[in-house]
């Protein structure tokens, strides 16, 4: 997959998850996610622990 590809399924995940985190990154390595969240302090709590682990964190804050 190239990065425009990646780049227009990164747009698809951001409209289907609209609080939460829709991606991670990390070298080499792309996940998408649906993990939705009740509160900005779940969502920060799941932030927190991604980028412990080394990843960029792609997420909607309801906004």
Request: some cysteine.
């Amino acid at each position: 997959m190239n990065q425009d590809e990646y780049q227009g399924l990164l747009q698809i995940a951001s409209e289907q998850v609209p609080f939460g985190i829709y991606a991670v990154e990390k070298k080499g390595y792309a996940e998408l996610r649906c993990d939705l969240c009740n509160s900005i302090t779940q969502m920060k709590e799941l932030t927190r622990h991604f980028k412990a682990n080394g990843f960029k964190v792609l997420a909607n804050n309801g906004r």
